[in-house]
């Protein structure tokens, strides 16, 4: 369809253009800081899922030769920023049409100046767990794009489709 009706936009997207553009992490802002909108952080919470969930799907396409026990080891990331907090959540695959969505981390902003000493050393660490966690992603994709090749390659093999799409 043209119209857009089923377009996704979130608020921001990580993509790598080492791996045919392939997004790894989104993020979603549920309303203004301290904001507790219910109803828009679900309705955000759902689009991630639905969001990562096509993320996935984009990367069991794209090297759908790999085998599925690498791609179980892959992780789809979504940060979630509402009320005071940041949340980091992931997805994975562990059987064949089975996601599991699981809450990594979370932090509190840090706001006041006088708190530093503090507050900012969980929010350092919250982003460096959450950059160690892209790198294991980034990882993972390039060994199933070289699996996938490998199994191109291969003249005496014959390719089999071990994703679920």
Not at 19 to 43: C, D, H, M, P, Q
Not at 56 to 76: G, P
Not at 152 to 164: A, E, G, I, M, W
């Amino acid at each position: 369809m043209d119209d857009g009706r089923y377009k996704y936009n979130a608020d921001g997207t990580l993509i790598d253009n080492d791996f045919s553009a392939i997004e790894i992490f989104l993020t979603e802002v549920s309303s203004g800081y301290g904001s507790n909108e219910t109803g828009k952080i679900r309705f955000d919470h759902y689009k991630a899922v639905l969001g990562m969930l096509s993320m996935i799907r984009t990367v069991t396409q794209s090297y759908d030769k790999a085998s599925f026990n690498t791609f179980t080891k892959l992780e789809i990331h979504f940060l979630h920023a509402h009320g005071n907090s940041i949340r980091h959540w992931s997805m994975s695959t562990q059987a064949p049409g089975i996601y599991i969505m699981a809450k990594e981390q979370r932090v509190k902003v840090p706001t006041s100046f006088p708190e530093k000493d503090i507050t900012i050393l969980p929010f350092i660490c919250f982003f460096k767990t959450l950059a160690i966690a892209c790198e294991e992603t980034l990882s993972v994709l390039k060994e199933l794009k070289q699996e996938h090749k490998t199994i191109l390659r291969s003249k005496n093999q014959r390719p089999q489709n071990f994703l679920v799409s």
